[in-house]
């Protein structure tokens, strides 16, 4: 389940939403412009008075663009109380209309992540939008307006380098594009650099004319700078200095004091950098888009009497699909008619198939195996369940990570102080020392090629959307990266226990005849008994029968007695079968030679029933909900990895709770819970000072999955709800997943803080050259593009798939990271 402060998130101007303790409420969505704004700090003092206010749900104030992006229940504040507390703050509110329209376009061509902050910025100082967010993982740019922005936002998007295209219209085969057709700067990086090598090649000719020489390099810098210098100015314009500026200027100063071949070198070096980042984050994405094709474009549908060949966009719902042997899975349904075994790996990641048969559900880009199937379509391909797990990973990548906006407010301060310190460099010493300006110009210029953070900022972000896109493809569904963190340093690990750690359905566990009978005869009597009962400890003794190969006899004369038992007539003998109070009671049975046997077999933990005849018993049956085989081995690597509790939480009874928590190995159990009781526990342990993780079936339990560090829900494959509403949902009810999950949260953190170190350890390394005059501008681009391309490919580890992972075993108690 979603956390309390954050189960209320806004994305349209009016929707539904939850609160902590699962009510649902309307929460309004709007954007203000404010005038009077121009202080980042003052910002920061307004957000938290707005988010003071009751029944706010979200509040962001954007000081760049001078707007405040506010979600509500109207209900407990409404807009004319959030208008007065911006006014009373010394603030105004730009009227504007109510209305709000949605807009997703695909960018391509963004490869900088600081740059993807700045064409944020940008797009939300356009009038008509009132919100922007720009995913630099899965390149989509959300935009919220007034229903006329969307041309501008397609010029805005145009001017500052990139291309925008409505989602909607860009067409899936046409994403897949080859990447040198998609990318128009690789052609301008290729131009630039065959001139820079001819130039530089005719340097070492002896008789070469130094003019052509120039010309060639000044060719260089026009073909890969002119696209440049126009991002860069266009950003000036909207008051956002981004690397695109900086290079300009370099490249600008570099030629201004004659340095032709050094302002050429800029120019391809960058480029050349800008290019590979593009190659390298496309790669990244298209982990992620590869997960839509898992799905076969079209299908064959039944319809009318005939075999239709359709597009997945044609086939409705309650259409009947064929599946041939060996073919994917095109829609979600259920299956009609056949028998099957599917490969659901694509989805919920288990490595054995799943039998498929009349009744059972399938999802869309699963392989059916050796059998034809018939399956009735439930959901259109656009909300089947492999479209949500694509369209909440894109949304989960979006969202920043604590990590992440450390490093975005590190970033805020850390490029203007060091512009700042370059201008310094270029006037201090000229002017108060008389040193030589030509030379503490090129340092400035070098300072200002230094200055950019793209390798710092790029950090956090690449190994965010590589981690979620790995654990996707694993049937991990991570809603984001702040829950990502948070994984990797719980120390407790909460588990439900019904469904969760066991199967969640009864099994019988035991035979014991009492008479002359063997345990064949009194499984098949019981069986026939139960034959006609609905009752789940009906349904796990005829599903015993049936798995032991027992031939079930007829019956005839069946009474089903409600909290009781049944009563029944098999070959020609009434046999009752029930509980032991029933059949001590109402039926009259005497259970006093089996009455020790009863009390020892209750202690275990297991249900009892008793078989007899109307005139004795003559065999106990014992049933349990039996624990899943992959709980035993998941706790068993949880352990390993350092987590210091793992605890069961059950309402069920103390002797359950007891055989159970034995059977998985002695962990710690609290039985006869309530759901308020498991919410205290989890509250006890968090103001311990301990990160709780909650595992359960992502419906009961809410109060608990909401309060815990991290909810993670069980069998998301198929469920709107575990889907929707979980931090991290298991698409298949699969353990083992876990462990694998903190391993990967844990990798993340430490991949990130060596992006985070290796990008300042570099910035500082060569600031202090600039300082000493051992760098020469070349080799600063070099130091910044190469570090880029070195942490995203650090990051992009992280897209290694499950096997190459082993258990990252720490000491109990140690951080995570």
Known sequence: ???????????????????????????????????????????????????????????????????????????????????????????????????????????????????????????????????????????????????????????????????????????????????????????????????????????????????????????????????????????????????????TIAVTGAVAIGEWAEGAAVVCLFSLGETLEAYTMDRTRRSLRSLMELAPAEALVLRDGRELTLPVEQIRVGDTILVKPGEKIAMDGVVTGGRSSVNQAPITGESVPVEKGAGDEVFAGTINQQGALTVRVTRRAEDNTLSRIVHLVEEAQAQKAPSQRFVDAFANYYTPAVIAVAVAIAVVPPLLFQQPFADWFYRALMMLVVSCPCALVISTPVSIVSAIGNAARSGILIKGGVHLERLGAVSVMAFDKTGTLTQGHPEVTGIIPVSALTEVEVLAIAAAVEARSEHPLAAAIVRKAKQEGVAIPESDQFVSVPGGGVKARVDGITYVLGNPRWISGDVGLSLERVEQRIEQLRETGHTLMVLGTEQQVVALITLADAVRPSSRTAIRELRSLGIERVVMLTGDHRGTARAVSSELGGIDCHAELLPEDKLTLIREWQSAGAGVAMVGDGVNDAPALAAATVGIAMGGAGSDTALETADITLMADDLSKLPYAVSLSRRTLRIIKQNIAFSLLVKAVFLLMIVFGWSTLWMAVLADTGSSLIVIANGMRLLRSADRFRPLPVRAGQAAG
């Open 1 to 247: 389940m979603a956390k309390t402060d954050e189960c209320c998130k806004a994305a349209s101007h009016a929707e539904t939403g939850c609160c902590g303790n699962g009510t649902a409420v309307e929460t309004v969505s709007e954007t203000l412009s404010l005038t009077g704004l121009h202080c980042a700090d003052c910002a920061a003092s307004l957000e938290k008075s707005l988010a003071r206010l009751p029944g706010m749900a979200r509040a962001e104030v954007n000081a760049a663009v001078a707007k405040a992006s506010v979600s509500y229940d109207p209900h407990r504040t409404t807009h004319e109380e959030i208008v007065g507390t911006i006014r009373k703050l010394g603030y105004d509110v730009v009227p504007q209309q109510r209305g709000t329209a949605t807009a997703r376009f695909r960018i391509r061509g963004m490869d900088c992540a600081d740059c993807a902050q700045k064409l944020e910025k940008k797009v939300g100082a356009l009038p008509a939008v009132h919100r922007v967010q720009v995913n630099f993982g899965a390149a989509i740019m959300t935009v919220e307006h007034d229903g006329t922005a969307v041309d501008r936002v397609i010029d805005t998007v145009r001017q500052a380098g990139y291309e925008a295209v409505r989602e909607q219209e860009a067409n899936r085969r046409e994403e897949e594009r080859g990447f040198w057709r998609q990318n128009k700067k690789a052609w301008s990086t290729v131009t630039a650099s065959l001139l820079f090598l001819a130039a530089w090649s005719l340097g070492f000719a002896p008789a070469a004319p130094e003019p052509l020489i120039t010309l060639l390099y000044a060719l260089s810098i026009l073909a890969g700078g002119v696209r440049i210098a126009k991002s860069g100015l266009y950003g000036l314009k909207s008051r956002t200095v981004g690397i695109d500026f900086l290079m």
